[in-house]
């Protein structure tokens, strides 16, 4: 899937939910309109979320990150974003054949699907795990298959940047699932994340440190 190509939010996600998607091409036509020609992937907005992100981790893990894992990295940029912030260990999954074939050695990009994840553990727990603009174009059992598999990833803070049928956007509505924000919720708790608040979610590894004050309720 590609990302929903918002105005305020950075359009980036490649990762399609199931054969039905497969006909949406994540090629560099894609990216071309909707990161350059459009204006949207702003490198200042994304080196804010990186920016939240980032300090949300190390806030709750009391130290530096180090490691990073990207589910649905589209071109890897959050590589770029994050470099200029910490010296970390970065790894990118994708389902676009055109990101991984251009950016694969160079950002350390791998091919995979959302769903893959319900069995793949490609490395051990990381500091930040990021999903962002991914979910909101899988379906429900693509959804449900991978999940499990971010929180057992993540062993720090997890960024999952989701849009709702509740939020305003303009963009590509191509395969756009227009779910509550319940929905999400309810599916990020029920595998053990905790939410902290802008799009950042706690590791169940971390769950138990957390103060009252630092849970939104």
């Given at each position: 899937m590609a990302a929903r190509a918002l105005l305020q939010r950075e359009p980036r996600r490649t990762m399609t939910p199931s054969a039905a998607l497969d006909a949406k091409q994540y090629d560099r036509a894609y990216f071309d309109q909707w990161y350059r020609r459009r204006g949207i992937g702003d490198a200042r907005r994304l080196a804010?979320?990186?920016?939240?992100?980032?300090?949300?981790?190390?806030y709750h893990?009391?130290?530096?990150?180090?490691?990073?894992?990207?589910?649905?990295c589209g071109e890897g940029v959050w590589f770029m974003a994050l470099r200029k912030l910490r010296p970390v260990r970065y790894l990118g999954?994708?389902?676009?054949?055109?990101?991984i074939e251009r950016y694969g050695r160079t950002r350390n990009l791998r091919f995979a699907r959302f769903g893959d994840f319900a069995q793949l553990r490609p490395c051990p727990p990381v500091d930040l795990l990021v999903c962002s603009d991914v979910m909101h174009y899988l379906a429900t059992r693509e959804l449900d298959r991978g999940l499990p598999g971010l929180a057992e990833l993540?062993?720090?803070?997890?960024?999952?940047?989701?849009?709702?049928r509740e939020d305003r956007a303009e963009g590509d509505e191509d395969a756009f699932q227009p779910r509550p924000a319940g929905f999400y919720r309810k599916r990020f708790e029920r595998v053990g994340f905790t939410p902290l608040g802008s799009h950042c979610w706690l590791s169940p590894a971390l769950r138990h440190a957390a103060t009252a004050l630092e849970i939104p309720g």
């Open positions: 804010r979320k990186a920016a939240l992100a980032v300090a949300t981790a190390e893990l009391e130290r530096p990150i180090r490691t990073v894992l990207d589910i649905g999954f994708d389902s676009s054949e055109y990101a993540c062993g720090g803070v997890s960024f999952l940047e989701t849009f709702t």
